[in-house]
Each structure stands twice: as structure tokens, then as C-alpha cells.
């Protein structure tokens, strides 16, 4: 079942299967080597000195089932944390690291950590694919991501064969009948005892706390006295918990993208629904339509499909699920919006092939008909975090509320609210993320004002909660999915210069 997804993959999705991708800085010798830790970090550390005093051993990285080697620069290693933080001396994981090398042309500052959201995106993909972008960065920093616990190489989830997952596409995700909504849930259901089956034990170890803290032992291992880390969308949370935790060890910190701390799983559904359909009327808008009379076309074309799903070039059909599933994706950016006009033509004369192309993106599905495991590492670690667990028909009443939000998108929104983490295996174990850190450096948290999966209100929610004086705020009015690195010279600067020079802009800053 997918979600839309607060996640920076969902852009490289795209990308990707345009044919882009970035490399990112020169060549260096790929020979493995060793980096021996500093035992500065070490000190309140509860965990054993097997772990803290571990040495990385760093060697070329290997091409996986769902991304090609990156370039003879990054080098990837395997990093040992606890299973159960309660149990230090237990039971130990696999933490999955990729790296480039700083190119020395500045003096080093350290490591510069990435999360690219989800949860349940994979930063050891990742990061190759965004280099360039991070180019400048590198001049001072070692650019490093990871796989979080429950994620592609660190022991990831996978919950479903191909097969299910195609399968699991004819389920209508906005249910009109008994019959409908009975499936709906059954699906949900056997989604989780999947998880439960490959996931076992660990899949009550994959929170964002416990993910908080492998970048602690991250930051000890790899010398760094303080944490520095870009944080996007999903990755902003695991920011404000990480702050939380360690707030003396927190040294530059950047949010972009801003998940609202202040809301469990209901308030993030009604934000995206919210959020989506602002930035469809700012597309509408750009073509020249009134948002209203557009939205009404749109969502007589979702039920048309819903009544007769369209054919494609393929032998698969393209039902209302993936169509408003391929409409979603093209949200995300604005140089998307081009693609999303000739997909509803093509759709609106009766072929779906486009609509069904840009699902495949978002639902992470090549040619062949693999898929990553993105979405079930999402919904393990989601699941985990939040007590939230609507019922059926908790969410059906909530239902008219959505759709006025948001027609094309609020239904779809409204049930997921019960059946994302229906009959789910394991429990929830909070309420909202704890990100309060008082005591920590200034923090830079960046919305975007056109943000469609973390709105832009979210920003000044989290540099809130963060406490007075930790949480910066820096506003772009720009369009899509995150801030730096979108076209903005001004965020741009602004982030460089926090993350060079440690000059923090003044709170409220607004670039346009």
C-alpha cells in the first residue's frame, strides 16, 4: 500500500528514471582502509567499549539489487550498534555507511551526516545520486549517509514478494463498498505479518529514537566531537529527536524540508492533504486554470478510472490507486509539472501509460518488475513510532473532512489514516517525536512554502518545539519538495555559510 511519502527519494525517483544521476567530485584510491576512532565521543557513553572503540573498515562500494556501484571515490563500510539500546552488551546489527573522502581544498571540519527522509530511503543510494549537489560541502566535510536500522543493507525489511506487490496494486485504496473495504484492510493486515515474518524481533528495534542513537555511535566512531547532519524531510524528525537526545553534541544542524513535530499520524495526514492540493492549485494556477474548475477534472477523471480502469502500452491497467499515485509524484517538483500535463492528457484520451509510468517511480517498480523495499522499511519504522491506531471507523468519519480538504487527495489521505498501521504487529511507542533541546547550538530549520509533503508550517512548528534561541528559522517561497539545492541562491548561501563558516542567519530570514 503506498503513502505518499515524506521523502527526498521520491524526487531521485524521478530523476533517476529520466536518466539522471551525479557522480560527484574526483577519483581517489578505493583501496579499503581503516579509520580509527576518537575516544573523545566516547565519554558518558553507555555503551560498550566493543562498540565505541570499533574500527570502520572502508572499502569500494558494491552495486546492490537496487542501485549500480557508485563511483571508485565513495568508499562504504559496516558499522556494529545494539539491537536494543536497553541491552547494550546484547545482541548487535549491521548499520550499513557510505562516504567521499573531503577533496581538501578548505580546512576539515569533519564528517557532514545525510538523512534524505522516507522514513525508509536508503542514504547509501542516495547520496551518489545528490553529489554535485553537495560539491561545495565536500571542499570541508566527508559526505556521509547510511542505511537506518530496518533499511536496504542494515538488515532491511521486506515484507512482500514482487509478485504480492503487484498484486496488492488492484487493491482500491479508497473504498466504495463493503467489499471493498473488508479487502482494504485484509491487505493491511497481511502487510504487517509479513513484516512480522521477515523482520522478526527486529521489527520493535527500528524507531526513530533507536536510530537517533546509531548516529551517536556514528559520530564517536568516526571522530567527531559533535554531530553535524543535513536532515531532509523524514530526516528533519530524526534531526529534532537526535538534538533531543544529545543536545551538547549537536554541533551544525540544517532541517530542510520540516516534518510538524507537534502532530501524530491523523494531523500528518490532514497537513499532506493539505499540502498536496495547495501545491495542484499552484500547478493549475501555472496552466492557466482555476484551481477549482481543474480539481473538479481531475477528480472526474479518478472516477471514471475507478469505474473502468485505462489501458496501457503494457499488459497492466492503470487503476485509480496508481493514478492518483503518478499525479502525486509530480508534485514533488516543479519542473515535474510539464509531465503531469501530458499524463492527464494522455489519460483523459483514454490511455494510461504515462500515469502508470510516473506510479512506477514513486512506487519504486523497474522494468523488470522489481520494486525496493522503501515502502516497507516506511511503514515498520512509521508503525513503530506512533501510538496513533484509528479504526475503520474512525476514519470514515473523518472522511468528509478530508475531501473537503482536498478532493483528489483527502479520501485517499482519510483511510489511510486506519490502514497504514492496521492490526499492526508490534505496538506504538509514542505519541509525537520528542525534539524540546534545550542547551543545543543554533539550529537551521528551512521551509518551503510550497512544500506539498511537509507544509510549510511544519518549519516554524519545529523551531518552536526545538526551544528559544536552538531553532533558526529560514523561509524559501519557492515550489517542491525541499529547499536547498532547488534553485534558490539565497537558501543556498545561507546553509553554505552556516555549514562552512558557522554564520547563522537571523531567525525568520525569508528568501523569495
Known amino acids: 500500500m503506498p503513502r505518499f511519502v515524506r521523502s527526498a527519494a521520491l524526487a531521485a525517483a524521478v530523476l533517476l528514471a529520466a536518466g539522471c544521476s551525479g557522480s560527484g567530485g574526483t577519483s581517489e584510491d578505493s583501496k579499503p582502509s581503516a579509520t580509527a576512532p576518537s575516544s573523545r565521543g ?8 566493543s562498540l565505541t572503540s570499533q574500527k570502520l573498515t572502508w572499502g569500494r562500494c558494491k552495486a546492490t539489487s537496487d542501485a549500480p556501484a557508485p ?6 563500510a559496516t558499522l556494529k550498534v545494539p539491537l536494543d539500546y536497553a541491552k547494550p552488551d546484547g545482541e548487535t546489527i549491521d548499520i550499513a555507511l557510505i562516504r567521499a573522502r573531503s577533496t581538501g581544498e578548505g580546512e576539515r571540519i569533519g564528517s557532514l551526516l545525510f538523512n534524505f527522509g522516507g522514513p525508509g530511503g536508503s542514504g547509501v543510494s542516495m547520496l551518489p545520486s545528490f553529489a554535485d549537489q553537495y560539491a561545495t560541502l565536500r571542499e570541508r566535510y566527508d559526505l556521509v549517509s547510511f542505511d537506518p536500522r530496518g533499511v536496504a543493507a542494515s538488515e532491511g525489511v521486506r515484507c512482500r514478494s514482487d509478485k504480492e506487490i503487484q498484486a496488492a496494486e488492484s487493491v482500491d485504496l479508497t473504498p466504495d463498498t463493503a467489499t471493498e473495504e473488508k479487502r482494504y484492510f485484509k491487505d493491511a493486515a497481511d502487510f504487517g505479518d509479513g513484516c512480522e515474518r521477515d523482520a522478526g524481533k527486529l521489527l520493535a528495534h527500528v524507531s526513530t529514537e533507536e536510530a537517533a542513537r546509531d548516529m551517536d555511535l556514528m559520530r564517536q566512531v568516526l571522530g567527531d566531537d559533535k554531530l553535524h547532519y543535513m536532515g531532509i524531510s523524514y530526516g528533519t524528525e530524526l534531526g529534532g529527536v537526535y538534538a533531543h537526545l544529545f543536545p551538547e553534541r549537536t ?8 516534518v510538524d513535530p507537534s502532530v501524530g499520524a491523523v494531523g500528518h495526514a490532514e497537513n499532506q492533504t493539505r499540502g498536496f492540493q495547495r501545491a495542484l492549485d499552484n500547478y493549475l494556477k501555472s496552466t492557466g486554470q482555476d484551481p477549482k474548475q481543474g480539481t473538479q477534472k481531475i477528480v472526474d477523471l479518478l472516477e471514471r478510472i475507478d469505474a473502468k480502469p485505462l489501458p496501457t502500452s503494457s499488459d497492466r491497467e492503470l487503476n485509480q490507486t496508481l493514478a492518483t499515485t503518478g499525479i502525486t509524484v509530480t508534485l514533488y517538483s516543479r519542473q515535474y509539472w510539464p509531465a503531469l500535463t501530458s499524463a492527464l492528457e494522455s489519460a483523459e484520451a483514454g490511455d494510461g501509460t504515462e500515469l502508470l509510468a510516473l506510479a512506477d517511480a514513486y512506487n519504486e517498480r523497474d522494468p523488470s518488475g522489481h520494486y ?8 515498520a519504522i512509521s508503525c513503530l513510532d506512533t501510538k496513533d491506531r484509528p479504526t475503520p471507523e474512525e476514519a470514515e468519519k473523518r472522511l468528509a473532512e478530508f ?4 478532493p483528489v487527495f483527502g479520501e485517499f489521505l482519510g483511510w489511510d489514516t486506519a490502514g497504514w498501521c492496521h492490526d499492526w504487529p508490534v505496538p506504538g511507542l509514542y505519541d509525537n517525536p520528542e525534539v524540546s533541546a534545550p542547551g ?4 537551521l530549520v528551512v521551509g ?10 511544519g518549519a516554524r512548528k519545529m523551531a518552536d518545539e526545538l526551544g528559544e534561541g536552538v531553532g533558526v528559522e529560514l523561509t524559501w517561497k519557492g515550489e517542491g519538495h525541499g529547499a536547498y539545492g532547488s534553485g534558490s541562491d539565497c537558501v543556498d548561501e545561507s546553509v553554505n555559510d552556516y555549514l562552512l563558516d558557522g554564520t547563522v542567519p537571523k531567525d525568520g530570514k525569508v528568501c523569495s
Not at 372 to 379: A, F, I
Not at 448 to 457: K, Q
Request: proline content about 8%.
Open 440 to 443: 543545543a547550538a543554533p539550529i
Open 372 to 379: 525496493s523495499t522503501q515502502s516497507h522499511s516506511q511503514r
Open 403 to 406: 475531501r473537503k480538504i482536498s
Open 251 to 258: 554541533g551544525r544542524l540544517v532541517l530542510d524540508a520540516v
Open 71 to 76: 563511483g571508485s571515490h565513495w568508499q562504504c
Open 42 to 49: 566516547a565519554e558518558g557513553s553507555d555503551l560498550p567499549v
Open 448 to 457: 518551503n512554502t510550497g512544500d506539498p509533503a511537509t507544509p510549510y508550517e
